[in-house]
C-alpha cells in the first residue's frame, strides 16, 4: 500500500488525504517506489486553521498550486534523519527536527489504540503515531499542527492575487 492510500485509511487525516487527492501531481509523486517521510498532519490541525479563517480555508480548495506547495513541506525524501537536526521538504524548505520534552498519550475514540509522542518534533510540532506508520514507499509520522512554506498565510488567499506564495525555485 502506497502513501497516499495508507493516509486514506487512517482515522486521524480525513482532510490531508482529501487535500493530497486533490494534488495530483503529489499525488503522483507519493505513488512512487522513492521512500519518503511524511509528517501529516492529524485532522486537528486543519480545524485550527479553518476556525481561525474559515473564508480563506475555504477559498484553499480552489487553489491546487497552494494545496501542493503546502503539503510538499510536510513531505522529505528519504527516511533518515537525525534528532536534532535538519531536512529539506519537497518544497524546498528547511525543517527543524528537534527533541520533544512532553510525555503524552493521545487516544481516539475510535480506536482502542493509542497513539504515543514519538519523541521528537518538526517545525516544533509534536510528532506522534504508532512509531510511524510504514507504507510500501515510506512512512507516516503524524503531527499536531501544519508546517506553512515561510512567508505564507492563510490571509493571503482572499487576495485577488495572491502574490505572496513563494515559489520553487
Not at 510511524?132 to 515561510?150: E, K, M, S
Amino acid at each position: 500500500i502506497k502513501l497516499p492510500e495508507m493516509i486514506g485509511t487512517s482515522p486521524y487525516h480525513a482532510t490531508l488525504s482529501a487535500l493530497i487527492q486533490s494534488s495530483q501531481p503529489l499525488r503522483s509523486q507519493l505513488e512512487r517506489n522513492l521512500p519518503f517521510a511524511v509528517f501529516a498532519p492529524v485532522d486537528s490541525a486543519f480545524d485550527e486553521i479553518n476556525m481561525t479563517n474559515p473564508e480563506a480555508f475555504a477559498e484553499l480548495s480552489n487553489r491546487p498550486d497552494v494545496i501542493e506547495k503546502i503539503l510538499k513541506a510536510h513531505v522529505v525524501s528519504g527516511l533518515d534523519f537525525d534528532v536534532p537536526g535538519t531536512v529539506t521538504a519537497l518544497s524546498g524548505q528547511t525543517l527543524t527536527i528537534g527533541e520533544s520534552t512532553i510525555d503524552v498519550e493521545i487516544s481516539n475514540h475510535d480506536s482502542t489504540d493509542p497513539l504515543s509522542l514519538l519523541g521528537f518534533t518538526v517545525n516544533g510540532n509534536e510528532v506522534f503515531g504508532p512509531v510511524g506508520t510504514l507504507a510500501d514507499n515510506g512512512i507516516i509520522y503524524f503531527i499536531d499542527g501544519l508546517i506553512l512554506p515561510d512567508d505564507f498565510k492563510f490571509s493571503d488567499l482572499l487576495t485577488e492575487e495572491p502574490t505572496s506564495m513563494p515559489t520553487d525555485s
